[in-house]
């Protein structure tokens, strides 16, 4: 059965399938929402998350320690264990060793994004209506809806999965000066942050990253090297995982398969 989702004449979208329609009440929503509320959310989870890492880092490396492994975490911050926080030239983060086998995981590649800063694009805005007269309870309902449909696109919600920077504001009741206004703005490119290797990190990135406003231009991984007294004993196998924590749960198993390499 074909699926179509029309507005009057118009249609949205059709196809084959099982689809969900939700309907959100915007002003009601936007009523209690309050963005620099939701901001400061996102930031104090990130500070908590941080305090998570380093705590989980450092039982890990006692239990590893107490397993005979030597860990070389000199280049490492447990705070910011996501591979994408690491850049600068590719190389070693960290060295777990075990009397001839070591194993090396890599950050892999340099990270560069072009990302869309929310932060500058409200300033930008507030100025040029500020400039032409337009009242301010308008900014404050932009602000609110741009921040709430933010927030619900971090919560998962699955009809917002195509969701980007310039779509976000389709969903908002704006006058066509609005529009124009907004899309003047959007045009320049100016609100087009460039982030590269150490500008990285979640501190340091906009609010939108975590919605996926952005534009990879290059990424890194974390890549395993497994050494035998000094010689490479693979190509360099990539992990699944995009956090080194979560690889340091399996030393045991690089180990035994650095010992088999090392026995051909």
């Known amino acids: 059965m074909i699926t179509i989702v029309s507005n009057g004449n118009q249609i949205l ?39 998570k890492n380093k705590q989980r880092y450092e039982k890990l490396k006692k239990n590893l320690i107490s397993r005979g492994y030597i860990v070389d975490d000199s280049d490492f911050n447990p705070e910011e264990a996501l591979v994408y926080n690491y850049g600068g030239d590719p190389g070693s983060v960290l060295t777990i060793s075990k009397g001839d086998i070591s194993i090396d995981l890599w950050a892999n590649g340099n990270q ?18 500020i400039l032409q007269a337009m009242p301010r309870d308008r900014f404050q309902y932009i602000k609110n809806g741009f921040y709430y449909f933010i927030k619900l696109k971090m919560e998962g919600s699955a009809e917002l999965g195509g969701l980007d920077h310039k779509k976000v504001f389709d969903l908002l009741l704006l006058t066509d000066k609005e529009k124009e206004l907004i899309q003047t703005i959007l ?5 087009i942050k460039e982030y590269i290797n150490q500008g990285v990190c979640d501190s340091q990135l906009p609010i939108s990253w975590f919605a996926g406003f952005y534009e990879t231009k290059d990424s890194n991984w ?43």
Not at 26 to 48: A, C, G, M, N, Y
Not at 119 to 129: A, D, S, Y
């Open 13 to 51: 979208y059709s196809g084959y399938g099982d689809y969900s329609v939700q309907k959100i009440d915007v002003s009601h929503e936007l009523e209690d929402f309050d963005p620099d509320k939701f901001i400061k959310e996102v930031r104090t989870k990130q500070i908590v998350q941080k305090i």
């Open 112 to 129: 560069h994004y072009m990302v869309f800063d929310d932060e500058w694009f409200f300033l930008c805005l507030w100025e040029q209506m």
């Open 187 to 191: 045009t320049q490119n100016i609100c």
């Open 222 to 264: 974390i890549e395993i090297f497994l050494d035998y007294k000094g010689e490479q004993l693979n190509v360099g196998d990539v992990a699944d995982e995009e956090n080194f924590l979560d690889v340091l749960e399996y030393i045991d198993d690089l180990y035994n398969e650095a010992v088999e390499l090392s026995a051909i």
